[in-house]
């Protein structure tokens, strides 16, 4: 038995949820089903338990529900993602990141590569064609910067998956700190948080988004997010022998036990946010108008922040149906090193990728 850290008490920013959130949900889950040409009971199954609309509706409330759809479809063709690159070997990941990024720069028509080792079938994958779909309504109305910063951030997102399967191939221990930065980029937060601008209907200036202490929030948030989900999805991923994962990583730098690293993970959640606090009270004024977008993107940052604690004791992905329980008494029995690797993850048929 080992007890989580109490993160939701601490947590300075209370989740919203979009109000239409169930039924433009229901909407996307029917599109992805509908681009899934082999769509098992097994994957149907999966889909519901993971409530990706849930996680959507609490990230991106504020938004035109055209704009929260075209997120919508985006968060589900990630896990998809996600969960692929989870069960690559590494030159399977080379693969599929060349796959999705010619999706989004060719999204008008399937554009395989033939060359390179990067070989993709003469029949276009299911996950291309879903985020080629994506990409052509996302592009329509997005901002230019937003765009590229969004291209860009899936890119390096793709390059982290690709790294955490050698990572995870060759048993290599990482330092605390070297698994602090490959996290903030394996996480999908970045392309994530370049959404919020999409979302608010916004491009912020280049100078604006990169000024170090907006940089830094970022950065807060980040750690805050990808670490609370390493403490949520730990007993899943401890349980079929997935060692990528910040408590795991402490065990080893820390030389802790692993209720020592659950406390430890936790105070590093604490000083997370109030290292993003702390930048916040800094952020210099740009004028009324940049300001307002600027407070905008902020508020994006601690919906996430909040929405994703909310989440993870919603979706049945880390905790089974016992979610509720866990997240009011804070205590979980760890399974035992049995489960099978796909436990927790969608299926996907072969015709995916």
Not at 55 to 80: H, K, P, T
Not at 177 to 196: G, Q, T, W
Not at 285 to 294: F, K, L
């Amino acid at each position: 038995m080992v007890r989580l850290p109490d993160l939701i008490s601490h947590c300075p920013f209370k989740p919203v949820s979009h109000k239409n959130g169930d039924a433009v949900a229901a909407a996307s889950e029917k599109w992805f089903e509908d681009g899934c040409r082999v769509f098992s009971a097994d994957m149907r199954r999966h889909i519901a338990e993971l409530k990706n609309g849930k996680l959507a509706a609490y990230c991106y409330n504020e938004c035109d529900d055209q704009r929260f759809r075209v997120i919508c479809d985006y968060l589900i063709a990630s896990w998809l993602i996600d969960d692929l690159s989870d069960a690559m070997t590494t030159k399977d990941t080379e693969i599929l990141a060349d796959l999705v990024m010619n999706a989004m720069t060719f999204p008008e028509f399937y554009r395989p590569t033939h060359t390179g080792g990067k070989e993709q079938p003469d029949e276009e994958p299911d996950l291309s064609r879903l985020m080629r779909d994506f990409c052509t309504r996302f592009i329509s109305n997005a901002g230019s910067g937003c765009q590229t910063r969004f291209a860009s951030s899936l890119e390096l997102y793709l390059v982290a998956a690709d790294r955490q399967a050698k990572e995870r191939s060759s048993q290599e221990n990482l330092s605390l700190e070297n698994y602090v930065r490959s996290r903030r980029l394996s996480s999908a937060c970045k392309p994530c948080f370049d959404l919020i601008e999409y979302s608010q209907d916004i491009d912020l200036p280049d100078d604006v988004i990169e000024n170090p202490i907006l940089e830094a929030m970022k950065d807060c948030a980040n750690d805050y997010i990808s670490w609370s989900n390493d403490i949520y999805s730990y007993n899943v991923e401890q349980s079929r022998g997935d060692t990528h994962n910040i408590i795991t990583v402490i065990m080893r730098n820390r030389d802790l036990d692993v209720q020592g690293a659950f406390d430890h993970a936790g105070n590093m959640c604490i000083e997370a946010i109030k290292g993003y606090c702390e930048y916040k009270s800094r952020l210099p004024s740009y004028g009324p108008e940049i300001d307002r977008q600027v407070a905008a993107y902020t508020r994006g940052l601690e919906s996430w922040i909040s929405g994703n604690l909310e989440w993870s004791f919603l979706t049945q992905r880390y905790f089974g149906d016992r979610g509720q329980e866990i997240k009011k008494h804070l205590r979980m029995s760890l399974l035992p090193n049995q489960l099978p690797a796909d436990t927790g993850r969608m299926y996907m048929p072969p015709t995916v990728a």
